[in-house]
């Protein structure tokens, strides 16, 4: 009923309890990594006003993958 979202962001070390209202991000997920931006309130809690889910180092877009795989090179932009 409503678009408002709760979650947790974590460095393994420490976390801050999160609140966006809003649609998330396809790539958003657990164990996903994640920016939130927008203000901490008194409570500890981090009220998000955007949220990007990063994609992992390997991310390479399917067509770019493609085009090195055509050309005789791997997914690193190394020769095969």
């Known amino acids: 009923d409503s678009l408002q979202v709760k979650f947790q ?3 393994f070390k ?3 309890p ?8 396809d790539l958003f997920g ?8 927008g203000e901490l309130n008194t409570d500890g809690v981090l009220e998000a006003t ?3 889910a990063k994609h992992d180092e390997n991310y390479m877009p399917p067509e770019v993958a493609d085009a090195l795989e055509n050309s ?3 997914h690193k932009g190394k020769p095969q």
């Open 72 to 74: 005789g090179y791997d």
């Open 18 to 25: 999160v609140v966006y209202t809003g649609i998330l991000p």
């Open 14 to 16: 420490s976390s801050v």
């Open 30 to 37: 657990e164990g996903q990594g994640a920016v939130a931006s």
């Open 50 to 52: 955007e949220i990007l």
């Open 9 to 11: 962001l974590t460095d």
